[in-house]
């Protein structure tokens, strides 16, 4: 019963992620009084996720340092400058500017995590990714913000790590570590069994996010309209230009990166870290990631059956 509920789940995504979203925007105040089980979400997602990682596939990340590399200059660099370029040519708005740029620059998020499992991708190298982008924040963030804004910010590194602790060390190596005792078995039981959960916990968390953009909503204007379009643009440029990074790699390096290990950097800007008008950019942000990544997931699975046929 749970994976067939599991598989009707995985096959309406595409619509039982923007309903989500249409949910939470509706129950503002109801999401809001949600945000405490958010860390208790994310570590249940990154446990799931992880009962089908192994230490070797672990140690085998060595192999793809140059993956890692190219996915933190894509994130850090490559679009932060494009969302820069994008918001002073539209706006002129050097709060929004600095929103944009934030909207970008904040730390992959676990949600990345399963959409990963759910394109079959590199589990271990997804985990890595946002391990190392997490902990490299607290220096990234403050000196691309230090660019655009001219003065220097700080930022609660001792929280970010225990988040980092609570939601994906810890959960991800009891995962691995079960998957080791069990040699693989839990990942056909228990893991199959969670993978519906995951996916309602994945909903949950876009209907709490979604809340924090009730307030906004209620204050119309065309400047808003505006913002909003130009955050599903990034948004949708950013997937779109993951996809051609993922493409083009496979061929530089003679191996299949994007039907196994690009999945990752399409799900890598989601958000969770929001530090008046800079903070909106962030907040429409958390409006379209899960939509598009549930949209683009769909791509991925096309691909992935073409390449499959030959």
Known sequence: MLNSFNKYLQKWMPILTPLSLVVGVLLGNV????????????????????????????????????????????????????????????????????????SVAV???????????????????????????????PVVIPALLHIVMGQTIEIDTAGLMLDLLWMIVVPSLVGVALNELTKGNIAMTLGKKLAPFSKLSLFSIVMINSSAIAPYIKHFSWELVVVIV?????????????????????YYNNVCFYRRDAEYCCWSSDSHYILSKTVMPVVFGMLFQQVLASFFSRIVEQYQLKVSKG
């Not at 990682?53 to 894509?74: C, D, P, Q, T, W």
């Not at 130009?230 to 496979?250: D, I, R």
Request: proline share 3%.
């Open 107 to 137: 730390p992959t998020g676990v949600t990345s995590f399963i959409w990963v499992s759910i394109c079959r991708g590199h589990l271990p190298l997804c985990l890595a990714i946002i391990l190392i982008d997490t902990l490299i924040s």
């Open 230 to 250: 130009v955050v599903f643009v990034l948004a949708v440029s950013g997937y779109a230009l993951c996809l051609v990074l993922g493409e083009g790699y496979k």
């Open 31 to 102: 999401g809001h009084q949600l945000l405490f089980l958010m860390p208790w979400l994310f570590a249940f997602m990154t446990f799931a996720g992880s009962l089908n990682m192994s230490f070797e596939g672990i140690k085998n990340l060595r192999s793809y340092s140059k993956v890692i590399v190219i996915a933190l200059v894509f994130l850090h660099l490559m679009m932060p400058m494009w969302a820069y370029f994008v918001s002073t040519v539209i706006f002129h708005d050097h709060l929004l500017t600095i929103g944009f740029v934030l």
